[in-house]
C-alpha cells in the first residue's frame, strides 16, 4: 500500500529564514507534485516533478526529487510572509493513478 | 492552463435536504473526474473516481447512495448529497484528468463548502 508521510506537519518560521518540507513515499511512483492550500480555498498546483534528480524553483520555493530515496523536498528560501499556507505533496498510485496524499504542512511566517 | 470551476461556491442547506455540486472543465475534456472531501485542518481525502459515460468508482466508506455521482459528459461531472446530514458539512473539491483513467495531472476545482444546518 503506497503511504504518504510529510513532515513536519507544523512549521512556524521568521520571515528571512530557510527551511524544508520533507515527503517521503513508501513505494515506487510516476509523479510527484506539491500544492499549496489558502485557508479556505482549493489546491494550488506549485510542481509536478517526474523522474529523479528532477529539481523545480519557482520564486523563493524549490522542490526536488529523489526517487531512489523515495523522497521529495520543498525548500523555503528567505521566507517572506506570503508563503504562509498548507503544502501539500501527492504521490501518483500506479496501479490506479490516483493520488495518494500527505498530511500536509501548515506553513507559518511570522514578519 | 486547464481550468476547472465548481458550483456553487458555498451552499447552506437544511437536514435532510439533497445539494447537487457540479463540477466543470472549461477548457479541456476531462476523462476522469475526482471528488474529495477535505474536514478542517485534514487533508484531502478521494470519494469517488469517475469516467465519462460509466459508473463511479466509490472509496471504501463512502456511500454510493448517499453521494451520487454522474459524469455524464466530458466536461461535467455533479456530486449529489442526499439527505443531508450536518456531519456532511465539509468542504468538497473535485479535479479532472483530460488522460484515460486519470493518468496525468488533475487540475482541482475552486471547492464548494457545504454546511448543513
Known sequence: ?111 | GAVVSQHPSWVICKSGTSVKIECRSLDFQATTMFWYRQFPKQSLMLMATSNEGSKATYEQGVEKDKFLINHASLTLSTLTVTSAHPEDSSFYICSASGEAGGLGEQYFGPGTRLTVT
Not at chain 1, 38 to 49: A, H, I, M, Q, R
Not at chain 1, 66 to 74: E, N, V
Request: net charge positive; aromatic share 10%.
Open chain 1, 1 to 111: 500500500e503506497l503511504k504518504v508521510e510529510q513532515n513536519p506537519l507544523f512549521l512556524s518560521m521568521q520571515e528571512g529564514k530557510n527551511y524544508t518540507i520533507y515527503c517521503n513515499y513508501s513505494t515506487t511512483s510516476d509523479r510527484l507534485y506539491w500544492y499549496r492550500q489558502d485557508p479556505g480555498k482549493s489546491l494550488e498546483s506549485l510542481f509536478v516533478l517526474l523522474s529523479n534528480g528532477a529539481v523545480k524553483q519557482e520564486g523563493r520555493l524549490m522542490a526536488s526529487l529523489d526517487t531512489k530515496a523515495r523522497l521529495s523536498t520543498l525548500h523555503i528560501t528567505a521566507a517572506v510572509h506570503d508563503l504562509s499556507a498548507t503544502y501539500f505533496c501527492a504521490v501518483d498510485n500506479r496501479s490506479n493513478y490516483q493520488l495518494i496524499w500527505g498530511a500536509g504542512t501548515k506553513l507559518i511566517i511570522k514578519p
